[in-house]
């Protein structure tokens, strides 16, 4: 066995072994040599084994190492396409400037690296994976291709060397057999096995799969090595079988034999019977039976199978006969495989589309040969690919993985056309998509329900329900978008004949029956399924088909195309037995076929100059074409009135969805404009019949008082009255179809769009319906758009609401919009909702109020409209025919006498046809003179059809039919009472009976029949008359036995202009409201904008201006003025309505008046709960000085409303939130905020923040000090320190534990957790945790504390030695002190432990003393922060206004007054010298005390404050803060002197010492400094260390100002906080005053420095008052250094050169593009986990970069943005998500999404990143989100906040 000793030998040698021998011209030894190896190596059966991948990277390579033989092949890389293949989830770029393919993506990096600046492009997330076109000119122009793809680098690539890649050649193929082999075997069918486990076999294969996508992406070189291979039948044939003596393989080939049999669409049985199955043409016969051609005798047993295949329901279905030259039946074919590909193609599919072979056969595709093909044998599959998809369980996932493929094949017009003509593509496709289809049929029962032959599919399916069709369907709207190829389709009649089969089985799916009785059990929503289903499957074709029929060449596809629409059209109508009326309470919305054939009669006239007539069907065929779309418009209304209630939401979600933008341009729209044609060729009076009778409103046209309805209920029938007549004004105002170029649609689209609302750009584009086609002209984003918005919008920038709520940028309508082109009647068309409609009319009416136009309420504006498309004019027809007019006329009579159920709308509209009518006169005049044939009925009504000559008119009888209860009968009897009475005369009765004669009479619905019956007629001769006996009355009598009606006749005596003229009085409630001057004056343009009297003076003035008659008409009727005639007896209809009116204007007044009191008291409230305006004190310790020293402070309880003193058996509390905050320990030194990293070179270096920086001292001091002397040497909390703050409320805290209870048994409060003591102010709704005691007594330390003192120093530092001696007293047990106590702990447990112990023994006395001082320099330190960071601003700050530190220091005093502190180490006494040094006590000690120069003073200060009796006199503060001043004074000498170097100490000591013998040389810095100086020299080495670093920072030299003015910079921090104290304790104003004098007024006000010095130039020295030798002091404080010889004296340098100051705490510096961030961290690793994370995230305050939601960092239970949160701010945490652009925050247990701070060019925020357009930083907004994270504001401003339960 030679194998086996190759096998032994090293891999390396082997293959160099073998690549020699295969190198010489015999090279019979070597292939055999190596074929064993393979054999042996590649063994199938020993399943997949990484060590035959070792054994083929080796042999591949041929003794070089696999990673040099890569590099080598990849220098041959001829490829000019990128062609990097990605999955879903990936981040492309789609550029609609550079693609000349809708379906056009680039990769990140040849986006980036080509110029698309300006362009229209957005970057998206891939949704079912793609490929990078650049390079690619057929699907992309070349100006966009990358700089790597634009030089052609396929010429300058040297040829390949021929044996690099022979050993590939060789052992490849047996590589891939191998991979076939295992597929066939793993592979199982879904019935047989139940343990199926297809992903099991794909792991195991998962090395060997990625191994051959490793070759793929080695460049061009080996892809055409792998092609050959791949598509190299010989290779195929030898390797596929298997050799006789394989027994292996064998098996494993009739496993495949098996698979694919089921591969056809019919399966093999059916071919058997069929006839002989292996007869090739049999076979196609037999697939064809599934059409029902019929081609063999034996089609029983072939329907038979197919019933089993679950079509058992539709037993006599009308099959789709499919003409005998079908090209080619393979489609139904079993697939026979030639080559490799075929068959990897074949796996795949049957494996549902692996991840990784998908990529594998989409990274050959930049191989030219491979993609010929791959795709013809993709198409070649596509019928068992569709098969599968349908029986797959993961269809979605399945759907992405073949458009993922298709998309790439089918976008490139060339393969298109290619694989059309040769591989029947298109007939591939349609067949497969009614296959698809059949598989879901049933009986339609639209119409006849028992007999209906029409099929539909059904939408409860699932292929429907979950959109399995989508893959087919995207591919064939793809491929129609090429012209080449979208021609075929047009010229292939047969095929255009089975696409309208196809479109069919939509037309009436989803059947809605109106349920009249109880309300529908089960609210099916399938009606989703059946608008996607319509709009995917048949409108997006359509209109890819319209955008190839534009030009005139292109005339004979619309013909053909219209011709087999109304064939089957008719066909669908005979199937469903349709005759004339549609059955009642049935809609469908999907009429498909009738839209066809409507946009592509549009089409034809606007765009390829065919004649209308030329395409229109004959009349009856109209009238039936029009009746399904009318039922929908009727519907829309019903459903409105509230008529399909009881079935459910859903059928308004449908009548929303048909109106829908994204829907509405391929159902509504053609749905009027197909109505729009069907009335300019009927007879008008037939239509508007017809539609009156369609809304079911004919009973109510009458001019009687009262009537019967017998398909309405009485609240119906205004809203459906309303309906029709808006429905006819839409019909004869709406031009989109009829005349419209595409501009002035779009204009008019977003008009109608921006009068409703205000829009953001992206809504907008959202909301104008866009040509689905995304090849044709108006696409969104195109400059049209563009130009367009600016023409008619103005921009309103996005403001920022102090409310917090984020406004995005929007787009609002300029004035002269509002003023000559708002139209409300494409508002209403274009409405989901109805509110929308009063929307726009209340932002109407506000533009008119503002700009003076008009004031009242004004009625929707009359629009003039663009003249007709010459083909429409015969629309005009509906406006002049005499059924209109007799509508017109009885509803203006109705109006006038109050008749129920109008109402204004009604008259607004009739108003508006009038008009119409009036602007657009019939073109010919001679209508007028031709007589009338008399038999008509209703022509005695008016003479002519023109409305201008009908509108004066006078009709003085009418013969009404009446209930016998109606107001008219009575008035009938009445009056001939009184005629039985006098002798009657002759001449009475005579009138009389003429008036019966001339009395017109008018029923609708005879008038309708009558005219079908004529056009009937007159389209067939031969039928007989009795063609339709249904008689008019029986369908319309009412059910039941209401009263009979009878005939009466009613004399009216007017015509329309008189009762325009009566109505004018009526509403303007004048009696001659027009005089006879009015009409000589008027100008119809001044009327265009007013009310309902603007509306009829506009009518009047251009009737008059229009015709002469009719100016004398209205000359006569405004000269006769005469009042209307009261009926005899106010009817009690009359009598309600006037009631009404009354009892309206009562309530009115009523209402004033509650409102006027309501708002008193609303005000009262105001001045009293909340001191809203007054920034001089707090909101809390309002009590003026004014008043006697001992009146206590009052406070209100917000809860029982008393109001009393806070004592200590009821106290009263501030309401409080407590946070816990790592603001301040995020400060830095430097103003500029910290850059975040959007590159590996730059870093965020966190060291030198104040939190690190003070870790860092204090632990430096634990290292060397006592313990407990170093915890009263700093305060912690600069990280995770306690913020109190209030809103300034109080409450009795007895009261506040009852309101909490209530609140624990109320569950609805989202996002507080009451166990945790969270809830809101009662009274402001403020988030809050804890209540704070207030302190009985009074509130500020006045009167005689405020004394100015006349002791000396002296004196003043005893008396406080005294007071911190005196011990502390123990508080009386008491409900007061109990509450301190339960706050104290509220404190502690607000922030997490590791911010509370920082002492060596946790929990002991000194560490709880630390930890409370420290809450009160924390709250101290924030407030500066919050006041710009100085307090120069003076006292009106809006944190001072809401502060609680006066209450907060009590509380804490009281606490701390526990700890007395031992007076041997009390650190005053080592201020002061006032007892002398105790050098001596040090020996027994194990460490030192902490020297007075190491201490931080604004602690000392806080803690003798804290510890000494309260009320302290101000002046013992005084006092003490001068001795602190001093010694800060000095501590800031100290570190100065460490700055300089070491001939500058030597000149200033000495200058010191020249000095110090002067008077007052210790008020002089110069004489301290040298002292100083000289006294730390001795210490051993202080100056020495790091003198030469110093001298390299200060290079610059020393001068008396720079030293004064670091002096004082360096006191000023302390300071701020004293006088901070001072403001709070005692409340002294703060004067605010300019930044350099800050130092001189804070001296003032606290005292240091007398007022008569100089406010200037202030020396800090001057401030000094020693209470003994100020040098003896220094020394002694110098010596505590000295003392300390053992320390390293760097340490002591650096404990003496502490820096107090910090700039104001910022957030991150943000770059201004976001890409810039995506592009760097949204593929970024985690640094904890090493992953990509699926949700990145940004702590915007220190940089990190953190997993949001990831499992892979969790700790505890608890996700990594939490963790982050905690440790970062305490608790707060403010990130950026990475993926979606929007900040979240986290405080404490809750979050809440804040918003983003990037925007697009237009303003508007893109959360989650969906449209993908570049976003730049709003600086506003960041710096708002900064205010509040250093205001602490986030729970008060964001109001939507949820539990985060660690999950984040």
């Known amino acids: ?289 599934l059409l029902g051609a019929a081609a063999t005798g034996s089609l029983e047993d072939s329907s038979k199978e197919e019933d089993q295949d679950g079509l058992q329901g539709v037993g006599q279905r009308k099959r789709v ?136 599919v059904n939408c409860g399916e699932a292929l429907l329900k979950n959109n399995t069709y989508w893959p087919l369907v995207s591919d064939f709207i793809n491929i129609l978008s090429h012209q080449s190829v979208a021609k075929r389709f047009l010229e292939d009649h047969s095929l255009l004949l089975l696409w309208m089969s196809f479109v069919s089985f939509f037309q009436g799916m989803n059947l809605n029956k109106r349920e009249l009785n109880e309300h529908v059990e089960f609210e099916s929503q399938t009606y989703y399924a059946a608008f996607a289903a319509e709009l995917e499957a048949c409108a997006q074709p359509m209109w890819g088909l319209l955008t190839h029929c534009k030009v005139k060449e292109t005339q004979d596809y619309t013909k053909t195309v219209v011709r087999y629409c109304l064939e089957t059209l008719q066909m669908w109508f005979d199937a469903i037995g349709f005759v004339d009326e549609p059955s009642l309470n049935q809609l469908t919305f999907h009429l498909p076929l009738h839209r066809y054939y409507a946009m592509f009669l549009s089409k034809g006239v606007k765009c390829q100059g065919l004649d209308l007539d030329s395409l229109l069907p ?241 009625w929707p504006p009359y629009k003039e409209r663009t003249p007709l498309h010459p083909c429409y004019k015969g629309l005009v027809r509906l406006l002049h025919c005499k059924t209109l007019h007799i509508v017109i006329f009885t509803l203006l009579y109705k109006i006038w006498m109050d008749h129920q159920n109008m109402s204004e709308h009604v008259l607004c509209m009739v108003l508006y046809l009038i008009e119409l009518g009036l602007d657009n006169q019939v073109q010919d005049d001679k209508v007028e003179e031709e007589p009338c044939i008399e038999e008509h009925c209703h022509d005695s009504w008016f003479p002519g059809t023109s409305l201008l000559s009908n509108l004066h008119h006078v009709i003085n009888f009418v013969r009404v039919r009446v209930p016998e209860t109606a107001p008219e009968v009575e008035r009938k009897r009445e009056r001939e009472r009184e005629r039985e009475t006098p002798p009657s005369t002759s001449s009475e009765s005579a009138t009389f009976g003429q008036n019966l004669r001339e009395a017109q009479v008018f029923s609708l619905v005879a008038e309708r029949r009558r005219k079908f019956q004529e056009i009937i007629n007159r389209s067939n001769h031969e039928a007989s008359q009795a063609v339709r006996p249904k008689s008019s009355a029986s369908r319309w009598l009412p059910p039941g036995t209401p009263p009979q009606l009878v005939t009466e006749i009613l004399e009216i005596r007017e015509s329309m202009l008189s009762l325009l003229v009566k109505l004018h009085q009526k509403l303007s409630a004048k009696q001659n409201s027009l005089s006879l001057s009015w009409l000589a004056e008027v100008d119809p343009a001044h009327h265009a904008h007013g009310d309902g009297l603007t509306a009829i ?44 009116e009354e009892r309206r204007q009562r309530a009115r007044e009523r209402q004033q008046k509650l409102l006027a009191e309501f708002a008193s008291r609303q005000k009262s409230f105001m001045e009293t709960a909340m001191d809203v305006e007054s920034p001089e004190a707090d909101a809390v310790m309002d009590v003026s000085s004014e008043e006697s020293l001992d009146s206590e402070v009052l406070y209100d309880c917000v809860i029982c409303g008393q109001s009393g003193p806070s004592t200590e058996d009821r106290p009263t509390g501030l309401v409080v939130l407590l946070q816990a905050s790592s603001v301040l320990g995020h400060r830095c030194r430097s103003d500029m905020p910290k850059r975040l990293p959007t590159t590996d070179e730059e870093h965020i270096y966190p060291e030198d923040t104040c939190g690190a920086t003070h870790d860092v001292r204090l632990s430096l001091m634990q290292r060397y000090f006592k313990d407990s002397s170093c915890l009263q040497s700093v305060s912690i909390g600069w990280d995770g320190g306690v913020y109190v703050q209030t809103c300034g409320h109080t409450l009795h805290i007895d009261c506040h534990k009852s309101y909490m209870e209530s609140l624990r048994n109320d569950q609805v409060l989202q996002g507080i957790s009451v166990d945790k003591g969270e809830f809101t102010c009662p009274l402001c709704r403020q988030f809050a945790n804890s209540v704070l005691p207030c302190r009985p007594g009074r509130g500020m330390e006045t009167g005689a504390w405020h004394a100015p003192s006349t002791k000396s120093m002296s004196t003043l530092v005893k008396e406080v030695e005294d007071l911190q001696e ?103 006494t080592r201020l002061t010298l006032s007892t002398q040094s105790r050098e001596n006590e040090y020996c027994d000690e194990e ?5 007075m120069l190491f201490r931080d003073v604004p602690s000392l200060l806080i803690i003798f404050i804290l510890t000494m009796p309260q009320p302290l006199r101000k002046e013992h503060f005084t006092c003490v803060v001068k001795v602190l001043y001093s010694l800060q004074f000095t501590q ?69 100002q720079s030293i004064e003015f670091s002096l004082q910079q360096f006191c000023l921090p302390f300071l701020r906080l004293s006088c901070l104290l001072q403001h709070h304790l005692y409340g002294d104003s703060l004067p605010g005053c300019l930044v350099e004098e800050e130092f001189s007024l804070l001296t003032r006000c606290l005292g240091l420095a007398t007022s008569v010095q100089c406010s200037g130039s202030m020396s800090s020295a001057a401030c000094l008052e020693w209470n003994i030798s100020a040098f003896d002091l220094i020394s002694q404080w110098c010596s505590e250094v000295i003392a300390l010889s053992d320390t390293p004296s760097q340490q002591s340098a650096s404990l003496l050169g502490q820096d107090p100051q910090w700039a104001a705490p910022r957030l991150l510096q943000l770059p201004d593009n976001y890409n810039t961030i995506f592009q760097y961290y949204h593929r970024k690793s985690c640094t904890s986990c090493g992953k990509t994370p699926k949700d990145p995230a940004l702590c915007l305050v220190c940089g990190a970069f953190v997993c949001l939601k990831g499992h892979c960092c969790k700790q ?93």
């Open 1 to 289: 066995m030679m194998a086996a000793s190759l096998l032994r030998r090293d891999k390396k040698s082997t293959a160099a072994h073998l690549k020699a021998d295969l190198k010489r011209t015999d090279n019979s030894s070597g292939l055999r040599q190596l074929q064993e190896l393979l054999d042996s190596v590649l063994n199938p059966e020993r399943g997949s084994d990484p060590e035959a991948l070792d054994w083929c990277k080796w042999l591949l390579a041929g003794g070089d190492g696999f990673d040099e033989f890569c590099r080598t092949v990849r220098s041959y890389d001829n490829a000019t396409l990128c062609g990097l293949v990605w999955t879903a989830n990936f981040v492309a770029y789609r550029c609609r400037t550079c693609g000349i393919s809708p379906c056009m993506s680039l990769c990140a990096e040849c986006f980036n690296n080509g110029d698309h600046t300006g362009h229209d492009f957005n970057m998206f997330r891939s949704q079912a994976g793609g490929a990078c076109d650049c390079g690619d000119g057929n699907v992309m122009r070349e100006s966009g291709f990358c700089n790597r793809h634009r030089l052609k680098t396929g010429e300058n690539v040297p040829s390949v060397p021929r044996d690099l890649l022979l050993m590939s050649e060789m052992v490849l193929p047996r590589f891939i057999i191998t991979i076939i082999q295992y597929l066939r075997d793993g592979y199982t069918e879904p019935e047989s096995a139940a343990d199926r486990d297809l992903q099991k076999v794909l792991q195991q294969l998962d090395p060997q799969i990625s191994f051959l996508e490793e070759l793929t992406k080695m460049g061009g070189a080996m892809r055409t090595v792998l092609t050959k291979i791949l598509t190299d039948q010989q290779t195929f044939k030898e390797l596929s079988m298997g050799q006789e003596e394989n027994v292996y393989a064998k098996k494993n080939y009739e496993k495949y034999l098996l698979a694919l049999k089921s591969s056809g669409l019919v399966s093999v049985e059916e071919k058997g019977a069929a006839g002989d199955g292996t007869s090739d043409t049999a076979a196609g016969a037999g697939a064809l039976s």
């Open 321 to 456: 006969k499919l003409s005998s030259s079908t090209k080619d039946p393979s489609i139904m074919d079993t697939l026979k495989h030639k080559c490799f590909l075929e068959e990897l193609l074949f796996w795949t599919i049957k494996y549902e589309f692996p991840q990784k072979m998908v990529t594998f056969l989409l990274n050959m595709l930049p191989d030219q040969d491979y993609k010929i093909t791959f795709t013809k044998t993709f198409v070649q599959h596509y019928a068992f690919i569709m098969k599968t998809l349908m029986k797959s369980h993961e269809s979605d996932t399945m759907s992405n993985r073949i458009v993922h493929i298709s998309v790439q094949l089918f976008s490139n017009e060339e393969l298109a056309r290619h694989v059309t003509e040769e591989c029947q593509l298109l007939d591939i496709m349609v067949t497969v998509l009614l296959y698809m289809m059949e598989s879901c049929l049933i009986k339609s029962e639209l119409q006849d329900e028992e007999n209906n032959r029409h099929v539909v």
């Open 618 to 858: 004959d009349q009856e065929m109209l009238m039936k074409i029009m009746v399904h779309p009318l039922q929908i418009q009727a519907s829309l209304s019903e459903i409105h009135s509230n008529m399909w209630v009881r079935n459910g939401l859903q059928i308004k979600g449908q009548a929303m969805t048909y109106v829908q933008s994204h829907f509405c341009n391929s159902m509504i729209d053609p749905d009027i404009y197909l109505l729009q044609v069907c009335a300019s060729r009927l007879d008008p009076d037939y239509f508007i019949s017809s539609v009156f009778e369609r809304f079911k409103v004919v009973d109510l046209l009458t001019m009687a008082s009262q009537h019967q309805n017998a398909v309405l209920d009485s609240e119906q029938e205004r809203p459906m009255l309303e309906g029709a007549l808006t429905f006819l004004v839409i019909l004869c105002s709406l031009r989109i179809h009829l005349g419209m170029s595409d501009d002035e649609i779009l204009r008019a689209e977003m008009v109608s769009q921006l009068c409703m609302n205000d829009r953001t750009h992206s809504s907008l584009l959202d909301l104008i319906p866009e040509n689905p086609n995304p090849k044709s002209g108006a696409v969104p984003g195109s400059c049209s758009f563009e130009e367009m918005l600016s023409a008619v919008a103005d921009f309103k920038a996005p403001v920022f609401e102090p409310g917090g709520s984020m406004q995005q940028g929007m787009y609002t309508p300029k004035a002269e919009v509002w003023e000559k082109e708002f139209d409300p009647i494409m508002v209403i068309l274009r409405t989901v909702y109805r509110r929308d409609v009063q929307s726009a009319m209340d932002r109407y009416s506000a533009f008119l109020k503002q700009s003076g136009v008009h004031t009242g309420n004004p």
């Open 1097 to 1140: 003076e506009r009518i009047l003035a251009k009737a008059s201006a229009r015709s002469r008659h009719s100016k004398r008409c209205l000359q006569e009727i405004c000269g006769k003025v005469c009042p209307p005639i009261p009926p005899k007896k106010i009817s009690p209809g009359d009598k309600k309505s006037m009631d009404k």
């Open 1366 to 1468: 005196q011990l502390g007293i123990f508080p009386i047990e008491s409900n007061l002190s109990k509450e301190m106590e339960s706050v104290i702990k509220d404190i502690k447990n607000t922030t997490q432990k590791k911010y509370t112990d920082y002492g060596k023994n946790p929990g002991s006395p000194d560490n709880d003393f630390l930890f409370m001082y420290s809450v009160a320099r924390t709250n101290l330190e924030l407030e500066l922060v919050h006041r710009g960071g100085n307090l120069c601003s003076g006292g009106a700050s809006a944190a001072a206004k809401r502060s609680c530190l006066n209450q907060l220091f009590h509380v804490l005093a009281m606490h701390m007054r526990l700890y007395s502190i031992d007076s041997a180490y009390n650190p005053w």
């Open 1487 to 1491: 460490r030192p005390e902490v020297p």
């Open 1532 to 1600: 800031s000498l100290a570190a100065l002197s460490i700055r300089f170097s070491r001939e500058e100490r030597l000149a200033w000591s000495n200058a010191g010492a020249a000095k110090k013998n002067l008077p007052n040389s210790d008020k002089s810095w110069e004489s301290l400094l040298g002292h100083m100086i000289s006294e730390l020299t001795k210490a051993k080495d202080v100056y020495d260390t790091n003198s030469e670093e110093t001298s390299a920072l200060s290079s610059s030299v020393w001068s008396p």
């Open 1756 to 1848: 505890q239970g608890v996700c990594e943005c939490v963790l982050h949160s905690q440790h970062c701010g305490a608790a707060t945490g403010i990130f950026l998500l990475i993926n979606a652009s929007v900040i979240i925050i986290i405080r404490g247990h809750r979050f809440c999404l804040w918003g983003s701070v990037y925007l697009d060019a237009h303003g508007e925020e893109d959360r989650d990143l969906r449209r993908g357009k570049p976003l730049y930083l709003c600086e506003e907004r960041y710096r708002v989100l900064e205010q509040q994270w250093v205001a602490h504001t986030f729970d008060h401003i964001n109001k939507r906040w949820g539990p985060h339960y660690n999950g984040l």
